[in-house]
């Protein structure tokens, strides 16, 4: 079945260290997103792509890095510059290049720093 | 850029009655307006969409209804049941270039026994 697979569902990050999330899709969509979702908010845009090899910052995009050296996968880091990592990352991806096609989301990492 | 306003923020109904959410849309060019549905610890599910060149669209339970001249669409899921309760988002899009979705704030639903 095709579908989008966010890796790991939990992670425990230290003070000061970097740590990647995962996702991977294998829908063969062109573009894919990463969201933070806190308690009780809504989704704000961290970072997208929409074809290999090129990506632009969303909204809070300050203390992310990403990646996107293949169509199937789009790694998220969290730098220790990001000074309250702790949320819920949800990973999205869609068939065009715009949100006109609706997006397909992941099942979200839970990243809490320890 | 569009901004997308959703209310309530939260709502609660007896099962078995029917729960409406209304967003409002700032970019009239917008037309493409989907819902997700976002259970606890889970990511959003597609449920349904609609497209500007339709005024309603009906699934089952749930239907979506879309006034483009007031630039407004709501969400109307009847006979509620207990597995509708979770967090629904609204979204709106431009059909042209390379648009992204906006979302709404979200709404939680819990449905009462």
């Known amino acids: 079945d095709g579908g989008i697979t966010q890796s790991p569902k939990y992670l425990f990050r230290k003070e000061g260290q970097n740590v990647t999330l995962s996702c991977e899709q294998n829908l063969n969509h062109d573009a894919m997103y990463w969201y933070r979702q806190d308690p009780g908010q809504g989704l704000r845009l961290i970072y997208y792509s929409q074809i290999v090899n090129d990506f632009q910052k969303g909204d809070i995009a300050e203390g992310y890095s990403v990646s996107r050296e293949k169509k199937e996968s789009f790694p998220l880091t969290v730098t220790s510059a990001q000074k309250n990592p702790t949320a819920f990352y949800l990973c999205?991806?869609?068939?065009?290049?715009?949100?006109?096609?609706?997006?397909?989301f992941g099942s979200g990492t839970r990243l809490t720093v320890v | 850029g569009e901004n997308v306003e959703q209310h309530p923020s939260t709502l609660s109904v007896q099962e078995g009655d029917s729960a409406v959410i209304k967003c409002t849309y700032s970019d009239s060019a917008s037309n493409y307006f989907p819902w997700y549905k976002q259970e606890l610890g889970k990511g959003p599910q597609l449920i349904i969409d609609i497209r500007s060149n339709v005024g309603e669209k009906k699934d089952q339970r749930i239907a979506v209804t879309l006034n483009k001249t007031a630039k407004h669409f709501s969400l109307h899921i009847t006979e509620t049941q207990p597995e509708d309760s979770a967090v629904y988002f609204c979204a709106a899009s431009l059909d042209f270039g390379n648009e992204k979705l906006t979302f709404g704030t979200g709404t939680r639903l819990t449905i009462i026994p």
């Open positions: 999205a991806s869609s068939e065009g290049t715009g949100g006109y096609y609706g997006y397909t």
